[in-house]
Structure formats: C-alpha cells, structure tokens
C-alpha cells in the first residue's frame, strides 16, 4: 500500500495545485491499485476523481464516481460509526459542486439522521449537522427551513456551551444573518447583540470578529431606526478595524462610511423629526 499512498498523495497535490488531468490520472492510477478491494481507499479516490472531472467539466464521469463512492459509503466501510455518517457530509460538497440540490440535501439529511442516532438530537455534534443544512437552506433561498435548522443548531451550541463559546458565536451570527434575510429585524438586531457579546467573550473586544458583527449589529440597527445603538456598533468597527487593519483598508473605510452616513442624516434631519431618530 506505500504506492497506493505515494500515488494518491501526489494525485491529492496536484488537484490542490489546479492541474485537474493530471490529478484524474494520478487518481484514477491510485484507484486502480486498491479498486473495491479497501473501500476506505477506495472512496478518497472516487470523491477526488469526482471533483477533478468536473473541474475538467467532464460531468458524466464526476457523476459516475461521486456515484460510486455513495455506493460505498452505505455499505459502512469505516471503523466507528462516527466516521461513517461524517463521510455523507463530505459527499454533500460533492452534490453541491455539481449543482444537484436533491442529492446535496439528501446527503445531509443522512448525515443528520445517522448523527441524531448515534449521539442524539441534543448533542454539540449534532449541531454540525442543522449548521449545515441551515447553510444549504440559504442557498436554496428556503429560509423558513434554514431558520428552523440554525435555530435548532443555535440553540444546542448555546445550551452546552454558553455564550462565551465559538461555535456559539458561530451559530448566532449565522442566525442573525438569517433572520435579516428574511426580513425578520428584530429578532435579527437581538441575535447580532447576542453575537458581539459571544464574540467579545471569545476573541476579546478589540478583534476583527467583533467588529464583523458589530457592522452587522449596527447596520440592523439602522434599518429598525435604533440610531443610537448603530452609531456606537459603528464607533467601536471603525476603531477597531482602523487600529488593526490601518485606515486605507477597504473594511476599515466601509466602517467609516456607515458612521458617517448617520452623522450626515442627523445634521440634515430637520429639528422636529430628531426625536425619531435618537
């Protein structure tokens, strides 16, 4: 198995490198090696060969082997169970490289239903899971289902982790994103208040991150017209975004332009209209 390994390896870092026919060979050689013999070889080679020939947009042969590695993964070749449902959620990249929503979510749908038996409903692993289809869900602009899934992944990371936790941090800011998506800004302004506090708590209140959401925060802030509460999510961005990344940087002015709208429509804004706005 060393030339298995040498072939593979090679055929891995020439797919990475982008030289997509020369990756097919290699993969195809090292598939040859091993064939069905040790699926747990076997199905690398399938799921590289399937990315390689859609980069060479030859979709009937990355059909052809994302196929086979489906076929292969339902017979559970891997040690723990564990390995065996998290394979699905590599095989729904595969079914959204190609385009093919059905299979993408029925992919993780299997991997969910696997996970929820091996660990349960509730378990921190099996947020993973609702975080993925909540992702898919976006993509599909069904955003009823991707908020039912981020809330349920949402929900779980914050019940076992708190707010001082990333994936927690994680998960609210996605949810956030969702709701405002959805045109839901209420529930989008108190989760990305909610996301700022989790990634203050994480990262330090001085990071990148929290002034990722603190634009986001700010910028829910103004559409629901809390003016007061989104100059001060703009403040503290563009302080920090200006001390870490420098003022010329593109989020830093992106930050300066937000503050600086608000300031400009509160000196236009006639004096007996201030009272709406701060």
Known sequence: MADFDAIFLNAVKLLEAGDFHEAA???????????????????PCCT???????????????????????????????????????????????????GDKAGEEQMLQEYL???????????????????????????SSDLSNAIV??????????????????????????LGLIYRLAGNLEKASKTFLDAVAARTACF??????????QISAGFTAQQT???????????QAFATRSAVLGPENKATIEAFNLLDFL???RATTPQKNIQNIL
Request: proline content about 2%; aromatic content about 8%.
């Open 25 to 43: 060979v290699a993969g195809g050689s090292a598939y040859a090696t091993v064939g069905r013999r040790d699926l747990r070889k076997a199905i």
């Open 48 to 98: 590289l060969l399937s990315k390689a020939y859609f980069r060479l947009d030859d979709r009937l042969r990355a059909n052809m082997y994302l196929s086979e590695a489906l076929s292969m993964c339902k017979r559970d070749p891997f040690d723990t169970e564990l390995a065996n449902a998290a394979i699905f959620s590599v095989l729904a990249e595969l079914y959204e490289l190609l």
């Open 113 to 139: 239903q696997r996970m929820k038996g091996i660990v349960g409903d509730e378990h921190v692993a099996t947020s993973d899971c609702y975080h993925l289809l909540a992702g898919f869900y976006v993509r």
């Open 149 to 174: 899934s981020a809330e349920k992944s949402c929900n779980i990371r914050v019940a076992h982790g708190g707010l001082e936790n990333e994936l927690s941090a994680q998960s609210l800011y996605t």
């Open 204 to 213: 330090g209140p001085s990071s990148l991150e929290v002034a990722e959401a």
């Open 225 to 235: 017209q809390q003016i007061p509460l989104a100059s001060q999510m703009y403040e």
């Open 263 to 265: 300031r400009h429509k």
